[in-house]
């Protein structure tokens, strides 16, 4: 359901700067919503309670001074990998049980600066590791389309809070595909921006080579915004790089449909691909065309090894990423351990889950002595390859058209027996994280079963702007409808009682 | 690759995880399928290839500028064990050695 006081950021801007209505009153209609729903959708891990304090504060000096952002008084909600001073941050995980902040994201430290409003902390699979927000130490999130599917993962929270109307706007982090996957399981646009694009700094690691920011929207437009805001160097994430985040507004603005070269790699069409999902994007492929776009055939012939890549890789800086937590400064520790070899290791067991456990030990194996060799620097020398095919398939075309996902969103548990078909999910986002790519995903309708379905473009690296004026082509020509969450009835999709 | 047992319980010394029986033959049986699947590698001609840069352009150093840190009550604030100005943890050491 859209809420009743906006329709997009600069709507809201306007609407504030009007007086049409206050911004006490619009962060009350969301924590409200939030509170309603939670009980059946859990999205929110916690929610801010300084919020209406801050909104009080910001009408109050609005009055004054008038407002210098549309961000000012923007409600939003932040995925609980994000570190914001004095909040617990969970990371979805018992390790973390009892841990708060001592210090805020750089990305999330922009979008405060500018007079935004958290909301609250959204769900996610424990550490970011996974496909479905199901490796939540506190249960997984559904999805507001259907209640017994997946919102997708890891961000599956904060995808889910922005279809469920809960938050308009809302930050993930994508080291496979966490922040697509779940925007087009959960029918809203979510972009990865090109790494170095935007601050990691405060962002609990997973993955640092790979591990990027973005935002979650309905609109291109309040994407785009948000990637400005948040972007540009900071001298706490030394990968951030120098170029002015502005670009991507010129390059929204500039960017015309005719004439654009659409890259259609075959190998991402094929065998394994859902049928419903392959027509959605075959229509689309069609309206495209009929916006006087042109489609170029390309290939990527390493993309196929991008999984085998990609959990060597990941999980290789994963298992060094989180030695840091061994119940020695913050979080749980196991009572009474025998002596301190057997604290740290009972207390890993004992606060991590089984998928955190499982890529622990597989990265540490893929560094062990004997192995590095085959595993680890062979996955490097391969998304060499990966990166390389797509910088040529770049030298034809402006950007790649795929899917986001194989297939519709997945019922509860049918994936979690086997961890592999779970990986398999990401087939097609997880290259653009291999090549440092931007990449987002745009949702094009209902499949038969009346689930989202997602367009994913790839881009050459810097290429946001462009990336989301192709996104909101799109979506003006797939207008969106937003699922009607009914609080207490966790299996229905009646019409709402907040108008 | 198939991993055995005790492969997995040395990498399970490695990663400081004290595995569960169960889970040692859970683990052993799914991170063999998952090393099955990705040694598909073998099949990529890498002869000449340099390894990927970890991003796309070289990181710069930042500039070594002494600057104020977490203060020692801050850093132990969600200590789970503290002792003064210390974090507190079980003995390494016997007494008297």
Known sequence: MRNPFFTSLSDFAKGRDDKRFSIEEVTRYFLSRTESLNASLNVCLSTNPNAINRARQL?????????????????????????????PTTCASKILSGYVSRRTATSVARLLSLGAIVLGKTNLDEFAMGSSTENSAFGPTKNPWNPARVPGGSSGGSAAAVAAGLAPLSLGSDTGGSIRQPAAFCGVLGIKPTYGRISRSGLVAFSSSLDQIGPFALQASDALEALVAMGGRDPLDMTTDDRDPSEMRRDFQTTEIPGLRIGIPAEMFGEGLDSSIRDRLGELRDSLAGSGSREVAVTLPHSRFGINVYYLLATSEASSNLSRFDGVRYGFRVKEPADLRAMYEETRDRGFGDEVKRRILLGTFALSAGYQEAFYRKARKV???????????????????????????FAFGEKTGDPLSMYLSDVYTITANLAGLPALSVPVGLDSQGLPVGAHLIGPPWSEGRLLKVADKISSLYPMPLPEVHAGHPAGFREGGLK | MNLSRSDVLHVARLSALALSEAEVARMTSELSAILNYVEGLATVDISGVAEAGETLAPTPLAPDIPAPSLPTEGALA????????????PRILEEGR
């Open chain 1, 59 to 87: 009408d109050a000096r609005l009055a004054r001074n008038g407002a210098q952002s549309p961000f000012y008084g923007y409600p939003v909600m932040v995925k609980d990998n994000f570190e914001m001073e004095g909040f």
């Open chain 1, 383 to 409: 998304q060499a390859l990966i990166r390389g095919d797509f910088l040529k398939a770049f030298e034809q075309c402006d950007m790649i058209l795929t899917p986001t996902s194989p297939s519709p969103p």
């Open chain 2, 78 to 89: 969600g200590a789970p064990d503290r002792s003064g100005a210390f974090f507190q943890v």
